[in-house]
Nanobody, 118 residues
Framework: QVQLVESGGDLVQPGDSLRLSCAVSGVPFSGCAIAWYRQAPGKLREWVATISPAGTMTDYADSVKGRFTISRDNAEKQADLQMTNLEPEDTATYYC???????????WGQGTQVTVSS
């Protein structure tokens, strides 16, 4: 059974930093591209960042470029999203997504809440 478990969400103030983690099991982690998405209340889920299976390539939404960093540790089967200089507009539930290259299947975590408010 494939499981993605996100953690690290919290209530923070504007300008603060936060690190989200996604622990993956049940699927060959090194064969998965990992992405983070987020969904704010009343809005569609939006893509935030992606990292390739080997961790050699990353891509970011314009809204987070320069503030967020996606990384992964294939030995630990974990991917992280380091978020800095957080803004109220970053408030959302953040979801981890794993796309297994072998069968192109997508797997999702349950989400972790990030609230940025003064």
């Amino acid at each position: 059974q494939v499981q993605l478990v996100e953690s690290g969400g919290d209530l923070v103030q504007p300008g603060d930093s936060l690190r989200l983690s996604c622990a993956v099991s049940g699927v060959p982690f090194s064969g998965c591209a990992i992405a983070w998405y987020r969904q704010a209340p009343g809005k569609l889920r939006e893509w935030v960042a992606t990292i390739s299976p080997a961790g050699t390539m990353t891509d970011y939404a314009d809204s987070v470029k320069g503030r967020f960093t996606i990384s992964r540790d294939n030995a630990e089967k974990q991917a992280d999203l380091q978020m800095t200089n957080l803004e109220p507009e970053d408030t959302a539930t953040y979801y981890c997504n794993a796309k297994f290259i072998g069968n192109s299947k997508d797997y999702w975590g349950q989400g972790t809440q990030v609230t940025v408010s003064s």
